[in-house]
C-alpha cells in the first residue's frame, strides 16, 4: 500500500472520529442536534471513501456491493445531517437524532465486518 492510500485511510479515519465523535458530545451534553463536526466528518467520509473505492478499483480488490452500500449509507447520512446544520435547528426530533447515531454505527459495522 502506498503513502497516498495509507493517507487517506487514517484522513478517513480521523472523518470516523468527527462524525461519531461530534453525534456522542450532542448526545451527552443533552443537546441532541447536528453540529458542524458531524457535517465535516461525513463530508471527508465521502470525499476519502470515494477516492478509496477508487484506488481499491484500480487494484482491482474492490468490494463493489459492500462499497455501494457504504456509498449509499453515507449520502443518506450527509442529508440527515446537513439540512439541520444548514437550517440551524436547534434540536433534531428524537427518532432523527438516533437514527443518525445508528447509520454512523451501522456504516463503521459494515466497514469493519463485512470482507
Ligand atoms: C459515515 C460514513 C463512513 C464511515 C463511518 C466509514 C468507516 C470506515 C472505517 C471505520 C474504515 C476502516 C475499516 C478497516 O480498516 O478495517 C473504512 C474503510 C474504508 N471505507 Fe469507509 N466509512 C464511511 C464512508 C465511506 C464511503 C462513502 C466510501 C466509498 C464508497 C468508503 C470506502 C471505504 C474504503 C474503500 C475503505 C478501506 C480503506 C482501505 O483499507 O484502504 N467509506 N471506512
Known amino acids: 500500500m502506498d503513502f497516498v492510500h495509507l493517507l487517506l485511510r487514517y ?31 461525513v463530508a471527508t467520509q465521502l470525499a476519502t471513501g470515494i477516492v478509496l473505492y477508487g484506488l481499491a478499483s484500480a487494484e482491482g480488490d474492490a468490494n463493489h456491493a459492500k462499497l455501494g452500500v457504504k456509498f449509499l449509507l453515507a449520502l443518506l447520512l450527509a442529508v440527515m445531517i446537513a439540512i439541520p446544520v444548514w437550517k440551524k435547528r436547534e434540536r433534531v426530533a428524537a427518532g432523527h437524532f438516533w437514527a443518525t447515531g445508528a447509520l454512523i454505527a451501522v456504516t463503521a459495522g459494515v466497514a469493519v465486518f463485512w470482507q
Open 11 to 41: 484522513l478517513h479515519l480521523l472523518g470516523f472520529a468527527a462524525v461519531f465523535g461530534g453525534w456522542l458530545v450532542s448526545w451527552l451534553s443533552g443537546k441532541f442536534n447536528c453540529n458542524t463536526a458531524m457535517l465535516y466528518g
